[in-house]
């Protein structure tokens, strides 16, 4: 197989986990090897909640509304590695897919999620289609570069306008809030109003 016929049909592959973040998860990443030596899979809580997104996307009564889970949980479980899934899955399977990371520290940010959502990318099978840096990630084609992206962006309750206008028709758009509970009221009501405008 020649190098664009491997990339032809990697890119089918992927293209079938358009609606199925759980499934792209299976397929993506190298799980029972190396830094993933030991797991199957994802844990089944992380399963359960890509599942549920898939279930949404699935839906005709649902796809077309905003799908919104939260997750409450202790420490050191595994959200922000389901996080990583999410953003890979998500970037993987729609062209130009946009998304905002933020979180209730630029320090939970900077050392916690940011790290594995990058280490979530360089494990997978489609790492080489990405440009992974400190504050976003994009598609490394030059023509999507600014649309195709995931910001990782600190918010501001002195500026919550900086979430305003969050605008990608007919497109994706995926906006994780980490730490979620700590992020003022104001930041959430400016990203629904951004959600209502669409």
């Known amino acids: 197989m020649t190098p664009a016929e491997f990339e032809r049909a990697l890119a089918e592959d ?13 397929y993506a990443f ?17 399963g359960a909640v890509l599942e549920t997104i898939g279930n949404h996307l699935q839906s005709i ?8 889970v939260a997750v409450s949980s202790g420490k050191g479980v595994g959200k922000s590695a389901l996080v990583g899934m999410v953003i890979d899955w998500g970037m993987s399977t729609c062209v130009d897919c946009k998304v905002i990371l933020t979180a209730n520290t630029d320090g939970q940010l900077r050392t916690k999620t940011w790290p594995e959502v990058s280490k979530w990318f360089n494990l997978s099978i489609n790492k080489h289609w990405f440009s992974v840096e400190a504050e976003s990630i994009t598609i490394r084609n030059p023509a999507h570069k600014r649309l195709w992206r995931c910001d ?6 002195k500026n919550p306008e900086a979430f305003a206008g969050l605008h990608n028709e007919g497109k994706r758009i995926i ?19 951004s959600e209502e405008r669409r």
């Open 14 to 26: 992927v293209a079938q986990y358009v609606y199925d973040p759980l499934g792209f998860t299976y």
């Open 30 to 46: 190298p799980w029972d090897s190396g830094e993933l030596a030991g797991s199957a899979g994802p844990r089944k809580w992380q």
């Open 61 to 68: 009564e649902t796809i077309y509304q905003p799908c919104q």
């Open 152 to 157: 990782r962006i600190t918010w501001s309750e």
């Open 175 to 193: 906006i994780i809030f980490d730490e979620a509970s700590s992020i003022p009221d104001v930041i959430h009501e400016v990203v629904e109003r």
